[in-house]
């Protein structure tokens, strides 16, 4: 398994569970100073991040990047996936499609999380999941074209209401004509949710895709209360090796919250 943290660039999430914020140079300066293998990065557009010069960052650090985030398209752009309007969800595919392919020439996958959005009132489920459906396949046909998968975050039902559960996801991934999807397991989210989260891994198998290390506080792993072995125990158990990436509160602050998430990570992945 390999070790990654989060970058924001998007003012509008301010507040939210990222390590480092608006310094794209400086957070990569910081994550391989720390020792770091990757970056996850949130931009607020594609035409916001200048591929070349990330490319530069990454070569100059010695570092990857893990995944690429799209939450902008609902925290600024106001985009959801599944909004009622049709206009609105064509403006949302086209949103992710510019962060897929920008991820695909940095090598990595792109995140579908906030732009789910969310069952809204005069709206039933099965529309809403046929919505999704759509959209999730026609992005994953284009991140197959960048020989990427797509990741597909369940969240907490505070969040969302499309699904929480890593098991129900895993069923309706299972269920698209496309096998591109993949899980994005963040511990936090369930932490609220499932009942295990090692047996909800186990559960998924070969559809975990990208793990968001964070512990039960959405602080750094070891900050809280989640019992940890059983969860390695169980990607150890499915083979999982992609990336553990800190998503978590800057608390006490970003580069103390950096160095927690890092020791947690060599003590887990090391352990025998």
């Not at 949103?95 to 392919?101: D, E, P, S, T, W």
């Not at 505070?158 to 699904?163: G, L």
């Not at 992609?242 to 160095?259: K, R």
Request: proline share 4%; charged share 20%; glycine share 10%.
């Amino acid at each position: 398994m390999k070790s990654a943290v989060t970058i924001s660039l998007v003012a509008e999430a301010k507040g939210g569970p990222f390590v480092f914020w608006d310094d794209l140079a400086g957070g990569c300066g910081e994550a391989s100073r720390l020792g770091f293998e990757a970056v996850e990065i949130f931009p607020t557009s594609a035409e916001s991040l200048n591929v070349q010069e990330v490319k530069n960052l990454l070569a100059r650090h010695g570092l990857r990047v893990s995944a690429v985030g799209t939450g902008a398209g609902w925290v600024k752009h106001k985009l959801r996936l599944t909004d009622p309007d049709p206009a609105v969800r064509r403006r949302a595919c086209e949103f992710a499609r510019g962060l897929i392919a920008a991820a695909g020439e940095l090598d990595a996958p792109a995140i579908i999380g906030s732009m789910q959005g969310r069952c809204e009132s005069g709206v039933n489920r099965t529309q809403v999941l046929e919505w999704l459906g759509e959209a999730l396949e026609e992005l994953s046909g284009q991140s197959a074209h960048c020989n990427q998968v797509l990741l597909y975050e369940p969240l907490n039902r505070y969040e969302t209401d499309v699904f929480t559960r890593q098991g129900e996801a895993a069923a309706f991934l299972r269920s698209l004509r496309s096998q591109n999807v993949r899980l994005l397991c963040d511990l936090f989210h369930m932490n609220l949710e499932e009942r295990s989260i090692a047996g909800a891994l186990l559960e998924a198998g070969p559809l975990v895709g990208h793990i968001h290390w964070v512990d039960s506080n959405r602080q750094a792993m070891g900050f809280g209360h989640t019992e940890v072995a059983p969860i390695v125990a169980a990607l150890r158990a499915i083979g999982y090796s992609g990336y553990l990436s800190a998503e978590v509160l800057p608390l006490p602050n970003g580069v103390a919250a950096a160095q927690q998430s890092l020791e947690s990570f060599r003590r887990w992945t090391s352990s025998s």
